[in-house]
Structure formats: C-alpha cells, structure tokens
C-alpha cells in the first residue's frame, strides 16, 4: 500500500520568531523551539509546518524573502535548524516548510542585481513593463495598504510587478533559469529533510500576468506538475500542501490526476463552516462539503479552523459575511480587514465559550481530511487588535504565567511583540503550564482530540458521506475505510436535541455503537433505530460495527 503519511498527519503550524525564545533576546528561536519538541510530542501532533525562517526584512512576516538558502540570524543558524530537524526525527514528527517561491522581498540580491543592469541574468528573473500597464490597481490583495500592482524602480527605469506589497517583487516563471534555481532551493531543503513543502500563493506562482515567450503559457497548471515531478525524483514521500485559495472549478486543476500537489487548504469548507457555527446550522458546511470536487487517491483536504492570516470570507456573499459579523458581534471597524476577512483568532469570535471552541474543533478534526492547527489553537489563545493587520493574531505562545508569558526572558519591551497580558486571554490567565495541570482544560482535551483522531484513520483516508438528518441544526457524516466505519454529529445549536439516523438498513446484521469521543457522557446507544443525544454544541465520535444477527 502507498505509504501516504499525510492522510494519518496532525499538522501544527509555528511561526519561530513568537514560539519560543532560546537565547533570551526577544525573539523566538530555533534553539527555543528545539526544546519544545518534547510539548508538542506530547500534545501528539506529528508534523510541524516552518512558517517562513530565512533571512528577510520581514515587512511581511518572513513571506519576503532575502536568501533561500539560509536562516534568518536573528532565529539562529543552519546549525540549529539541523539540530530542530534531528530532534523532530527522534520524535517521530516530520516537518514541512514554507516555499514562497512568487516573490522575494525587494531586497534580495537578485532584485537588486536586475534593477542594477538590465542585462544580468536576475533582470529576467522578475515581471517588467516599460509603462504602467492599464490594469496596475486591480487585483490588489491587500486592500487599503497596497496601492497598485506594479511600482516604478527608479534604478531599473521600469515597472515591476508585485501580486502582494510593493516590496515583493513577482518572479518570472516563465524563465527556465529561474525555474531551475526554484528547484535547487526545494532540493537543498529535502536534502537537509523536510518532508515537503507549503507553497506560498499557488494561484500566483502560476500566473502568467506580464509574462512573455512562455513554453508553457497554454497551461500554466503544468509547471505544478513540474515542481510535483522534480519533487518526487528527488524524495519520494515528499508532499506539498498548496496554498490556493480558488474557486471550486479550478481546485481540480491543483491536484491533476494525482500527479500535481497532493493537498490543499479547504478554504472553501472553511469559509462554510464559519457560516454554520454563525448560523447554528448544518446547511452551509453541507453545502460547502458536497461541492467539492472528487480528487485523486493520493489527494487530501488539509481542514483548519484558523490560520495566521485574516479569517477570509472571500467566497461568501456580501450578506453572509454580515451575518457572521453579527452573528459573532463583531465590530467591523476593529476587525475587518483586506476587504475580506477577520483579523481575530477564532476564541474570541465564541467569547471564549469552551462548548463551542470544543464544538469547531471536534468538527474540524472529524471532517474529511486532515487536520492543521495554528499553534496557540491548543489553549485557545486570543489576539491583540492594537496590533496591526494580521499581527493581531501572531502575538507570543504562552506557556507560562511568568513575564513576558514564558515566551522570553528578555525585558518586555524587547520582544518581537508584546505577550496578551489583560483580561480572559492574557497569560496569567491563559497559558500553557496552568493548563496541563487541569484536566478538563482545552489542552487537555486537545490532546484527547488528537489521541483518538489518529484512532480513527477512517477520518483522513476513508470515503466519507453526509447522513441526512431530520434536526437542521445537526451535521452528521460517515467515514468508511477497509470495512470500519466511524461516524461523527454535531449539534451546532446552543439547546439539547436528539436525531435519530438512518443507518440501519444494513441487511440482516446488526450494528454496535462504541462512543469514541464526546462532549460529555452519554447513554451508550443500543439500537440503530435509537435517538441519539446531543446537548447543546454538543458532539459524539462513534464507531459502527456489523455483526451477524444470532441465527
Ligand atoms: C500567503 C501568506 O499566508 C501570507 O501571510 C502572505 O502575506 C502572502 N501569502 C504573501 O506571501
Ligand atoms: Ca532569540
């Protein structure tokens, strides 16, 4: 059998530089990561996703890029990055970085060097244009903090063009020099043994705007084959998890007939499912899951609740999104944000109601695919609206109601940004070591979540189907795979109910529930035909049996 190890992945996303600081300068480390290996081994996730560690300005989070081929001075060394990575290997986790491979920051040696002479061989490594082309401020991704789409570098005397902020200048992929150079970045990385990569802005890295002479601008979804192909020759249990937030038509398009990525983001069922937990009702995340296209088997949904950009509602209806303002009694002034989305964590959007964080991740991690998790997620960590745009919510791990939340020894004004420190999600009230000694706390339960999910392979490899219910409010589904079947429901609603579902027409056997996981104890059921309680947000795992009924 394939050995498909992301099917059976829990996935935990760290951004080094807010984790954990080894060397007590302020920012967060390799060396500090290091010595949390242990936590997250503990807490059972067995794959880590590096956000962007190489050297960069970090005008945007390290998604503008100086050199590929080394790690940002301040987060430590390769070195140490060697050390994170045996360490993670001695743990069983293997470990996937970012590849932000359609842009580097303005001030990689390679941007400089083609604004410098036109005829070096970096100019062609970007996207230029003599005139500002007519379509320059469209297509902005960052509404209200990015003007245009191509800027004028003084030094080159012509436009360059930029999908993202002025300062991260497009690469040309139409150039087979830049292409192999792409490759040698990916291969020096499998070399020192990641397990494959996020790529950064798919959707982008294969467009071909301002791009000439290209062998392969009628289908510019080949070169994701290309990437997938070079890959392979060169580790082949190697993945890559795409970043593609598209429109269901094109989803197929990324996973090709299992030859181009193997995962993506389900940012569509993502976007549904904010509309259900809002609403209270199963229909949208139904919707969102039955539109989805049939994918490879060798394909996979990655399923989150919150990532470390803004909650985009981008497929959603104007109406939608309000409603889910509301829903959550949002501010939209405070929060809103790229004309898009939500600059909060996902606690806050819930005030913190434990039933209902429960409720999304149990959901989460239960639906067809497999699970990521943004760190802090486990102890249900908020964010900081004084900070700006999406940093709101890449505020410091905390582990600890000691200074600066455990995250540093340094002194408060010298981190890399303040640590939560008022109200329900500051860290004297909310961290890490506080929860482990408690065992009904959400890090606790986390990590039950995750025991019993890597139980239940039917989640992430099986066919799944919706099962009708007769209750609005409750979402159920199957997983089946090799004969075994579980099945999950969940009550969006805030009252109890019961649904009975229509499973039993399964010949002449009979069918034993086992209770896997739930919310609270339950009544253990006896017969298909019983109902099945739910409380409020409430929600039960079970596996289904088939035994031959007594002749
Ligand atoms: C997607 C990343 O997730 C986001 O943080 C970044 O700003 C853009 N790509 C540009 O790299
Ligand atoms: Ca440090």
Redesign the pocket.
Known sequence: MLDLWYKSAVIYCVDVEIFMDGNGDGIGDFEGLSGRIDYLAGLGINCIWL??FYPTPNR??G??VTDYYSVDPRLGTLGDFVEFMRKAANHGIRVIV?L?I??TSTEHPWFKAACQDKNSKYHDYYVWSEEKPADAEEGI??PGYQESTWTYSEEAGAYYFH???EH?ADLNIGNPQLREELYKIMGFWLELGVSGFRV??AP?LIELKGIEHTADEEDPYQYLGDIREFLSWRRGDAIILA?ANVSLDKLPKYFGDGDRMQMLFGFIVNQQLMLSLARESAAPLIKGLKALPQIPNTGQWAQFVR???ELSLDKLSESEQTEILSAFDQNKEDVWIYDRGLRRRFPPLVDGDPRRMRLAYSLMFSLPGTPVLLSGEEIGMGDDLSQKQ?EAIRTPMQWSSEPNGGFSTAASDQLIRPVIDEGQYGYTELNVLSQRRDPDSLLNWMERLIRMRKECSEFGWGQWEIIETDNPSVFAHRCDWQGKTVVAVHNLAKDPCSVTLPLSQEGDRSTHWLDLLADQRYQSIRQSESPIELEGYGYRWLRISHSKEPE
């Open positions: 956000m962007p945007d989070n998604y503008d970012d932000v359609n842009h991704i960052f999908r993202f902020y991260q950064d802005a982008f970043e990532n470390h950009d999406r």
